[in-house]
């Protein structure tokens, strides 16, 4: 074996990234030794002996403990030398540099997280989200009411988005109560009853039902991608509990073929055992899967656990393939899980040589890429590099906030006159602090125009009175371009957890929500500058602060080359204009609803679709008081400018305010979503969706049908087609009137609109060319 000599002395000298372990417990628990050995449980337990990876495993702990090889030696030394003993020796001599626990199992007298990190350098949280969910159905509710799935959906999010920041992955055991064939479009009606099902077999609550099993995943999957997330799934062979036949991870195929998850990440554990091969494909075909091999390695034959990782092997990539004990209980369970795992690697990667399939240079990266490196990157520990040196115990959220060496971060909210502003923190403040409190803003920041920092008349806001700007930790992101920082999105409360009624993003939800058990709106594409760049479709709340944050980015990259990018929509009046166009579309249950069928279909658009575009349009004077909120917006909405300047829609006009879009994929004759043209990089993406919103239900509520579609040029029928507002101050006098628009957005934070759009109306119509100085704030 010389030839392996390289490859043997680095797998044996890594330091390990345990991906996936479970919480030790005391030595007087009533868990018994035996499940170290095996899954098995009650009668079962008394065959565990006569299993190959009992006598296996007997044999190294008795070596490592130095005591004769039986069960009662090893139970001797066990209460003899203490837990605190036998846990260094067994962590030692397993050189795991890093723990992600699952504390979901409720083990009797099991240690919490952090007394595990006595016994390793890091030691993180995982959370599993049916533990998390029953947890919450357990404890009653005042006043004896009774939980409804919106107020368990509710509760439920909530909890899980204040612990995001604080693990580094959620897990699901859905294969041991309902199976993997998860419907990521389940009905809430169906959970609902699910729900009422769970409740009625009493507490403690154990949830079995598939609906509601279904609508949890679906949930936290949102939230995983949302925090960037891992989503660790139990595939495969375990406990009795679980039906081995439903644990495949083919049953996945409705969330991996989900587009909307298509950007997460999803860990097969457990090497999918005995459907190795199967996981082993879904890893190769789809970005967003990857595969761990831990609890089959230890608990298989050497032949067993050999083919296992052989067959993982076959078609996943080396980079998705990632190493963990499945320890639990016992510290005994993580040193033989290492042990064995490092001996099953080397003799996998030494047949891989042989086979032609590696060189040993290649063998060794692969090594360091299953036992540390790809679980580094994927459940983002960079900092645990440096910290498996130094050998002292470190706190999990000194690992979550300085692993990237970050010094500040920038608290972003955009304002009235669509003015992206910021506070910069340090890092530490945050996280001690504004974290939990936020920062101090005085009210009037929602009252100010483009071209005064002091509150503008008319908006009913003054220098009295502050609010707290509260971080989004779900809208959080590194900056590429200055790596020792990050941003955050912020929502405006009067204290920490109630929403201030000025706030956008509190708007924007607050109008959306009244679609909630509909439909979700989504808003696909955004054009800024002379270089028209396309974000992703996202539902509406989301797409919006992506938007904040595309705008940054480019702002950020064209100043490090010595450039300026603008999004005023016209910089020069002697050139084309610069919009932010918006596409619309409707969905429920993962369908697009806006989309007709081809059976009976008007326009190419469902009746939902016509009603909540035929809102839009009718209230489109409106709407541009939000979306086009500058004197100069109106400089760019002129005819014969593809800007859309009459009121009317079109199918494919680009000359109009409203085009319906039929891209490549969609049948003749039906069309996907709508574009609002008359939408630009001055207005605040919020508000300017919350106003488009807001008319939508209005066309929903009165059934409004839509006109003909104008197929020609308007402006070649400029006389019977009704001109859009031509300044700001039509836009503002049509808003005045819109009582739609004053009981959805409210009325407060309508007057503070419109007190800032008549301020920007005074001052450029008194300084003619101060739009010139407007590249310097948009």
Request: glycine share 6%; with cysteine; net charge negative.
């Amino acid at each position: 074996m010389e030839r392996y000599a390289e490859l043997k002395e680095a797998v044996e000298k890594l330091e390990l990234v345990d991906a996936h372990a479970h919480n030790i417990v005391d030595l007087d628990s009533t868990f018994p030794f035996l499940r170290c050995f095996s899954e098995a449980e009650g009668e079962a337990l008394s065959y565990v002996p006569h299993s190959l990876s009992f006598k296996r495993s007997l044999r190294d702990i008795a070596k490592l403990y130095g005591c004769e090889t039986s069960l009662h030696a090893i139970e001797t030394h066990r209460r003899s030398s203490g837990l605190q003993s036998i846990s260094i020796k067994c962590f030692e001599a397993a050189k795991i540099g890093a723990i992600l626990i699952d504390d979901g199992i409720e083990f009797d007298k099991m240690h919490d997280v952090e007394w595990h990190r006595n016994y390793s350098p890091v030691v993180c949280r995982v959370l599993r989200i049916e533990h998390l969910a029953e947890k919450i159905l357990d404890k009653e509710l005042p006043n004896g009411s009774e939980w409804t799935l919106d107020m368990f959906t509710e509760t439920f999010m909530t909890k899980l988005k204040s612990v995001a920041d604080r693990v580094v992955a959620l897990k699901s055991i859905a294969a041991y109560r309902s199976g993997l064939e998860i419907d990521t479009h389940v009905n809430k009606k169906d959970a609902e009853e699910g729900l009422i099902e769970t409740l009625s077999a009493g507490k403690p609550i154990r949830i079995q039902n598939k609906h509601l099993i279904d609508y949890i995943f679906t949930c936290s999957l949102e939230v995983a991608l949302k925090f960037n997330l891992p989503m660790q799934i139990h595939t495969g062979f375990g406990d009795k509990d679980l039906d081995l036949r439903l644990s495949n991870p083919l049953h996945l195929r409705t969330v991996l073929e989900d587009k909307r998850f298509a950007r997460s990440c999803i860990v097969l554990l457990h090497a999918s055992y005995p459907f190795s091969k199967e996981a082993s494909y879904l890893a190769s075909v789809y970005p967003q899967v990857y595969v761990d091999f831990g609890l089959a390695v230890p608990k298989l034959s050497v032949h067993g656990m050999i083919s296992s990782v052989k067959g993982l092997l076959e078609l996943a990539p080396i980079k998705k393939v990632m190493f963990s004990t499945d320890g639990y209980a016992f510290p005994e369970t993580f040193y033989l899980g290492a042990k064995i795992a490092r001996e099953v690697v080397f003799s996998v990667l030494c047949d891989a040589c042989d086979d032609g399939d590696f060189t040993i240079p290649e063998a060794v990266e692969a090594a360091e890429d299953i036992f540390k490196k790809n679980a580094i990157r994927l459940y983002k520990i960079d900092g645990i590099i440096d910290l498996f040196d130094s050998k002292n115990a470190v706190s999990n959220d000194l690992v979550m906030t300085f692993q990237k060496d970050i010094v500040f971060i920038r608290i972003i909210w955009v304002d009235t006159s669509g003015q992206h502003r910021c506070r910069v923190v340090p890092i530490k403040r945050f996280y001690d602090v504004v974290k939990k409190n936020g920062v101090g803003l005085t009210s009037a920041s929602m009252a100010m125009s483009s071209t005064s920092d002091g509150p503008s008349n008319g908006t009913n806001l003054t220098a009295v009175g502050e609010i707290r700007l509260m971080p989004d930790l779900s809208r959080k992101w590194m900056l590429p371009w200055a790596q020792k920082e990050e941003m955050v999105l912020a929502d405006m409360h009067v204290k920490p957890g109630q929403a201030w009624e000025y706030c956008p993003r509190e708007a924007l939800r607050r109008i959306t929500k009244i679609l909630k058990d509909e439909f979700n709106l989504l808003h696909a594409e955004s054009g800024k500058g002379q270089f028209e760049i396309a974000l992703g479709h996202r539902v509406c709340t989301d797409a919006a602060d992506n938007l904040i944050f595309a705008r940054e980015a480019i702002r950020a990259v064209a100043r490090k080359h010595g450039l300026l990018a603008t999004f005023v929509p016209k910089y020069s009046l002697d050139d084309i204009g610069s919009g932010s166009h918006v596409h619309i579309s409707l969905w429920e249950n993962g369908k697009n609803v806006f989309m007709g069928s081809k059976q009976s279909s008007l326009h190419g658009m469902s009746v939902v679709g016509e009603e909540f575009m035929a809102g839009v349009l009718s209230h489109l004077p409106s709407i541009l008081a939000f979306t086009a909120p500058l004197p100069n917006s109106y400089d760019r909405i002129q005819p014969d400018t593809w800007s859309g300047a009459y009121l009317c829609w079109g199918k494919e006009n680009r000359e109009a305010p409203l085009r319906t879009a039929c891209p490549p994929g969609v049948s003749d004759g039906l069309v996907s979503n709508f574009e609002i043209k008359s939408f630009d990089g001055c207005a605040n993406p919020h508000l300017g969706l919350a106003s488009i919103v807001a008319a939508g239900i209005d066309g929903l509520r009165r059934h409004l049908r839509l006109p003909e579609p104008v197929e020609t040029n308007p402006s070649s029928l400029s006389e019977s087609i009704e001109r859009l507002p031509k300044e700001l101050s039509e836009s503002v006098e049509a808003l005045e009137k819109d009582e739609v628009m004053k009981n959805l957005i409210g009325e407060n934070l309508l007057k503070a609109v419109i007190g800032v759009r008549k301020a920007e109306i005074d001052y450029y119509s008194k300084n003619k060319d101060a739009f010139k100085q407007l590249i310097h704030q948009y």
